[in-house]
């Protein structure tokens, strides 16, 4: 059983798909909440990385939102569960800067998120660039192992088990805990591939919000009857078969699969179900009353939890957070000959 510190980031975003919901946040809650029954568990927004790019005075009502997402999504605050904000804990900004003289300009400029947002611009800020080395000092703050990440974020995990190595190495003992190999957390997270829900226009693309079709994505705030005529008018095929097949039917594959992870049921349960029907109307009214039904229930719990709520859920994890934070932070400091 895993004992080592589990950390997760919260990304602050003004609104969320159904793909992002069943995708990424929903088995990052589950994970979260089983293992903080033994281990420490850190989930934190990364309220500095928000504003390399967004400046808009949005951020700290998103911030709640998002929070509130999890919370609704059941993300379960045990004294095991430390949440905070990046910014209220300045060991953040201190210890990037510390790595920030550990890292190489090679190594740092060949971040792939970097060279496609900021490479060769003279007009990107130093922030882009930095970002790794504050991701880095998020993790290493708290010695923590398992780092449940997208696939885009592995790079910036390799870089920093590199840093920490490096420092580790030079300072002449193991200072900071290095998280596990990104093979290891992909094991970790028990995704082969990922969840991808689908593009309900065009099956063979991702569902994104940033796609113009309204009927194309679900949005987490969509009324819930205007969600289930988005269900009903989803692409499908001339197949007359309701079975999981994503490469001949990918429509008829990923409403099985929104289905299947809003129920919680494994997808071959709920596919076998469904063998034998011929009618993709049956199909798709079943759907679409389970997507207007999960919206319903999910707008109401968000409604239900209070800005006050989610603040001093923060303020009691600022606390918890900053205290393990300062002691690795001096810890460094003192490593390096600052103090
Ligand atoms: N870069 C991560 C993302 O885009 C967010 C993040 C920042 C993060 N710091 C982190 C994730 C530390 C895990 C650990 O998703």
């Known amino acids: 059983m895993v004992k080592e510190t589990i950390l997760t980031g919260i990304r602050v975003n003004g609104e969320l798909t159904l793909g992002n919901y069943l995708g990424a946040l929903l088995p990052m809650v589950r994970l979260t909440n089983k293992y903080s029954a033994y281990a420490k568990a850190n989930v934190f927004v990364p309220d500095l990385h928000a ?12 911030l709640l939102k998002s929070i509130k997402y ?7 605050i045990t004294p095991n569960v ?36 900021g490479d060769g611009k003279d007009s990107a800020n130093v922030g882009i660039f930095d970002y790794p080395i504050l991701m880095a000092a998020d993790i290493l703050l708290y010695d923590a192992v398992y780092v449940p990440v997208g696939k885009d974020q592995f790079q910036h995990l390799e870089l920093t088990r590199n840093l920490a190595e490096r420092f580790n190495h030079r300072i002449g003992r193991d200072v900071f805990t290095l998280p596990v190999a990104t093979a290891e957390q992909a094991k970790f997270m028990g995704v082969k591939d990922g969840i991808c829900i689908r593009d309900l226009q065009n099956p063979e693309k991702k569902m994104s919000k940033s796609t113009a079709a309204e009927n194309s994505k679900i949005m987490l705030s969509d009324a819930p009857e205007a969600a289930a005529k988005k269900i009903m008018s989803a692409t499908t095929d001339n197949v007359s078969k309701v079975q999981f097949d994503m490469f001949n039917q990918p429509g008829i594959s990923n409403l099985l699969q929104i289905l299947a992870f809003i129920r919680n049921q494994p997808l071959s349960e709920v596919a076998a179900g469904w063998a034998g029907v011929t009618q993709y109307g049956e199909f798709k009214t079943a759907v679409a009353e389970e997507v207007k039904g999960f919206l319903i229930d999910f707008q109401a719990r968000v409604a239900e ?14 606390k918890k957070a900053s205290k393990v934070a300062e002691t690795k932070l001096y810890e460094v400091q003192r490593a390096v000959g600052l103090r």
């Not at 504003?51 to 998103?62: E, Q």
């Not at 999890?70 to 379960?76: C, D, F, K, T």
């Not at 939890?305 to 600022?318: K, Y």
């Open 51 to 62: 504003i390399i790019t967004d400046i808009d005075g949005s951020l700290k009502a998103n």
């Open 70 to 76: 999890y919370l609704a999504a059941g993300l379960v």
């Open 82 to 117: 430390s949440i905070y904000r990046q910014s209220y804990i300045p060991a953040h900004s201190e210890l990037t800067w510390i790595l920030n003289c550990f890292a190489n300009m090679g190594e740092v400029s060949r971040m792939i998120q970097y060279k496609e947002k």
């Open 305 to 318: 939890i209070s800005d006050e709520e989610v603040l001093s859920a923060l303020e009691n994890g600022e």
